[in-house]
């Protein structure tokens, strides 16, 4: 049987809006089990990158249990929750989020440097890094220097940093041309079949779903599970 890294349990994000109460996320069992590359699709507004953020314990929920390789979410202090994040999870997201006047090596430092250890003993994974991304002849740019594929490139490589099993990916290709989000969507199943990596990303597109496992479809805040790749859509549950 395949390892779970994720599994929720009657999860739900409501939100109080004086005399109204919205439900985003009704009930959501998910399991996320190793290896596999899922995309979460729904129209804007439905709950995906709430689900997302959920997931890496960026968000709490309303109810709910969230297990992260076997660790209860919710019931863990604040401290040992990022330090679990830092370490166990890389977040991409669609704007980037790259720090403007840092290089593109000190960015994909980043996390080392958060996580207070020496940069010196990572030199090689940067490297590693670089190149995996094709960035080596780049890496003393600053973003703005990049285009928005390099930039999320740049964003990759520094999920990456810190060697997690799980990559979030909040509609990494949501904000480049189709020829540069293929590029993306390669270099990001490259990591999953090649490095193991498991990733969970949000995306509009089926033609991105496709790259994947699996497919996680939010309708009205509850979700169904299909398996994908090959352009074949099965369904689970
Ligand atoms: P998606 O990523 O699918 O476009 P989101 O997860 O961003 O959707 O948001 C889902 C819904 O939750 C949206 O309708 C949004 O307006 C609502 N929402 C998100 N955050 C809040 C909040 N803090 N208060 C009230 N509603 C919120
Ligand atoms: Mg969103």
Redesign the pocket.
Known sequence: MSEVIIETKGLWKS?D?GDEK?H?LKDINLTIEKGGFYSIM??????????LYLLGGLDKPSEGSIKVNGKELMTMKDQEESIMRRRDMGFVFQFYNLIPNLTVEENIMLPILLDGKKLKDYKERLEELLEKVGLTARRKYTPRELSGGQQQRVAIARSLMSNPNLILADEPIGNLDSKTGIEIMELLQRINKEEGKTIVQ?THSRESANYGTHLIV?KDGQISKLETGNNEVRKIV
């Open positions: 939100f809006l919205i985003i729904g129209p804007s507004g439905s709950g995906k990158s709430t689900l949000v939010v």
